[in-house]
């Protein structure tokens, strides 16, 4: 290194001298933590919730299903038993827990509705299709003990979950109501 080089380095050092940001990040770090925590908590919920959500709307589908292939719906005098067992698989498998099922079918030529347990929600606005035997299963559950609450201190919180599934009644090859 040249003595002219030597010279530039020591005047432009002297010019701009080096200033300690340690301090400086610290403080923004410290500012943009809560939010970039309450981000992140939103994100997780957000994917517990969604998963939750659909765990609801297939224990439906499983449920309407099975409605639809019960030969007894037009006889019965509640949800049969076999359809709620197939709605419990499908929410234990997802932790949740404390389900209310609506059943509502036309099989016997009126509109009837059922329900069993206990939980928010009920029946959709939405009427039976007119034309045909059809069953509509709606499966409602609460969101305690299954989503973590990690936002409910803004006023955040974890909602119920509905959802409703429609299926032609249809009996297995063989069977009649």
């Given at each position: 290194m040249t003595a002219r080089d030597q010279r530039l380095r020591k005047e432009c050092?002297?010019?701009l001298p080096r200033r300690r940001a340690g301090g400086r990040i610290t403080v923004e770090l410290l500012l943009n933590l809560p939010i970039w925590l309450?981000?992140?908590?939103?994100v997780v919920q957000f994917g517990q919730r969604s998963a939750a959500v659909q765990q609801v709307a297939f224990a439906s589908r499983v449920g309407a299903e099975e409605a639809s292939q019960t030969a007894s719906l037009a006889s019965d005098d509640a949800v049969p038993g076999s359809v709620l067992a197939a709605i419990?698989?499908?929410l234990a498998s997802g932790g949740?827990?404390?389900s209310k099922v609506i059943l509502e079918h036309n099989v016997g030529g009126k509109p009837v509705v059922w329900?069993?347990?206990r939980g928010p929600g009920g029946p959709p606005r939405t009427s039976l299709p007119d034309v045909g035997r059809y069953v509509r299963v709606t499966v409602c559950v609460a969101p305690t003990g299954s989503i973590p609450n990690l936002?409910?201190?803004?006023?955040?919180?974890p909602r119920g979950m509905e959802q409703s599934t429609t299926f032609r009644y249809r009996?297995?090859?063989g069977e009649t109501p």
């Open positions: 050092a002297r010019r309450l981000l992140v908590l939103a419990e698989r499908p949740l827990v404390g329900i069993a347990g936002l409910g201190a803004f006023g955040l919180g009996l297995p090859a």
